[in-house]
């Protein structure tokens, strides 16, 4: 198949399908992320792995669920994208070591600290507190997008 069929498949295709695969894309973006912001901390803990183990799954499932978007894809694309929602907001636990609104705080706590100055927090002496909540965002829309059947056009509000 060349690339110029390829393109004009993908385009035939309706738009929740590829709006789903772009997502399923923005995944494979993520794993390459953490994967290289993990390098250290993998030897360390098995909750680090959580986030690579489900971006592999979501990307070797999510492309096979793609191709039977019809049948039982978009299901099992919907069920991928909700376990992306837990590992966010699991992720954003671990990362600010269960203290979720102490890690807001302190993330709100940067603006009043003078620029150029690091307010007496080294960088990278912890994991970035909302980080995690990049897989939340990506599953949102997923659900979003394979929650319930359409035919691929914008509609308006209800009337």
Same mark, same amino acid.
């Given at each position: 198949?060349?690339?110029?069929?390829?393109?004009?498949?993908?385009?035939?295709?309706?738009?929740?399908?590829?709006?789903?695969?772009? #997502?399923? %894309? @923005?995944?494979?973006? !993520? +794993?390459?992320?953490? =994967?290289?912001?993990?390098?250290?901390?993998? /030897?360390?803990?098995?909750?680090?792995?959580?986030?690579?183990?489900?971006?592999?799954?979501?990307?070797?499932?999510?492309?096979?669920?793609?191709?039977?978007?019809?049948?039982?894809?978009?299901?099992?694309?919907?069920?991928?994208?909700?376990?992306?929602?837990?590992?966010?907001?699991?992720?954003?636990?671990?990362?600010?070591?269960?203290? #979720?609104? %102490? @890690?807001?705080?302190? !993330? +709100?706590?940067?603006? =009043?600290?003078?620029?150029?100055?690091?307010? /007496?927090?080294?960088?990278?002496?912890?994991?970035?507190?909302?980080?995690?909540?990049?897989?939340?965002?990506?599953?949102?829309?997923?659900?979003?997008?394979?929650?319930?059947?359409?035919?691929?056009?914008?509609?308006?509000?209800?009337?």
């Amino acid at each position: 198949m060349t690339v110029r069929k390829a393109i004009l498949l993908f385009l035939a295709t309706d738009r929740d399908r590829r709006i789903a695969a772009f #997502l399923v %894309g @923005g995944v494979a973006f !993520l +794993l390459l992320e953490v =994967r290289f912001e993990h390098r250290e901390v993998l /030897g360390e803990t098995w909750r680090s792995w959580i986030p690579l183990v489900y971006s592999g799954l979501t990307l070797a499932a999510g492309a096979f669920a793609l191709l039977r978007w019809h049948t039982w894809g978009r299901g099992a694309l919907g069920a991928l994208f909700a376990l992306g929602v837990a590992v966010g907001m699991v992720g954003f636990w671990f990362h600010t070591d269960g203290h #979720l609104l %102490g @890690g807001i705080r302190d !993330l +709100l706590g940067a603006w =009043r600290i003078p620029l150029g100055q690091d307010g /007496g927090i080294k960088m990278g002496a912890r994991p970035p507190a909302l980080a995690p909540l990049a897989f939340s965002g990506l599953g949102t829309l997923g659900l979003m997008v394979c929650a319930a059947p359409g035919d691929g056009a914008s509609t308006g509000p209800a009337e």
